[in-house]
């Protein structure tokens, strides 16, 4: 069992860049693989990057590469998103995830966080 809240989020212009972040708290954090995904209104919510329990391997949704960057700080129980030369069709509600591995399977994600809203001018 664990929670997860994210933060970071807010309202930029097309191609700047922001930092999301998402604490974890009440299980073992080296334990979990963790998903970053996104929600825009009337869409499915929809994969973005994934990184392995010790931050070994990721995972990119292709319209991501190039561009986000997850990272984990282990001891400090957090997973990141570093996310660059944003656009417009970016704008969504992020959300951090945890699970057993590295997947980009929705269902296969067993905790969830509240969400940060990101969103990008044009």
């Known amino acids: 069992q664990v929670q997860l809240v994210e933060s970071g989020g807010g309202l930029v212009q097309a191609g700047d860049s922001l930092r999301l972040s998402c604490a974890a708290s009440?299980?073992?954090?080296?334990?979990?693989?963790m998903g970053w995904f996104r929600q825009a209104p009337g869409k499915e919510r929809e994969f973005v990057a994934a990184i392995s329990r010790g931050g070994g391997n990721t995972y990119y949704a292709d319209f991501v590469k190039g561009r986000f960057t997850i990272s984990r700080d282990n001891p400090k129980n957090t997973v990141s998103l570093q996310m660059n030369s944003l656009k417009p069709e970016d704008t969504a509600v992020y959300y951090c995830a945890a699970t057993r591995g590295l997947t980009a399977v929705v269902d296969l994600y067993n905790y969830w966080g509240q969400g940060t809203q990101v969103t990008v001018s044009s």
């Open positions: 009440g299980g073992t954090f080296n334990s979990y693989g």
